[in-house]
Every structure is written in C-alpha cells, then in structure tokens.
C-alpha cells in the first residue's frame, strides 16, 4: 500500500519511547500520529522564537507602525 506521506526512520532513547507510547495510548491514538502532532507542536514553538526575534530586532524607538488592517492584505 503505498502512501504520499514522507517516511522517516528515527531512533528514540529508551525514555523517550516510553513516553510517547504512554501518551499515545493516554490519547488513544497510533504512536506514529501522536509523534506527528508532537513534531508539528515543536515547529510552531520554533516558528514563533523565530518571529520573536525578528520582532525584538525591529522593535525601536521610533519605528513605522502600520495597522493590522494594512499589514495583512
């Protein structure tokens, strides 16, 4: 059967797999599909240190504001 999802292998530490087994089963769901949300959770925390550090660079004294309105067009 096969699949348009991109297949990885990974090795997990002894806890590590544990743990994800345990959520999983808490969860109700395949170990593989709460490994998939986990990944997708840790991206977005990445995405938004990357956002806060491009926000604290270009937040100084005097910068341009412009409105939500006008940014999001």
């Known amino acids: 059967m096969s699949t348009t999802k991109k ?7 002894k806890d590590i797999e544990q743990t994800l087994e ?12 709460k490994a998939v949300s986990l990944i997708k959770i840790a991206i977005e925390l990445d995405e938004d240190g990357v956002l806060n550090e491009l926000a604290e ?4 004294k005097g910068a341009k504001f412009i409105s939500h309105k006008d940014a999001w067009l």
């Open 7 to 13: 297949r990885i292998n990974i090795s997990l530490p």
């Open 57 to 60: 660079k270009r937040d100084k």
């Open 22 to 33: 345990y959520m999983a089963e808490r969860d109700n769901m395949p170990a593989a599909t």
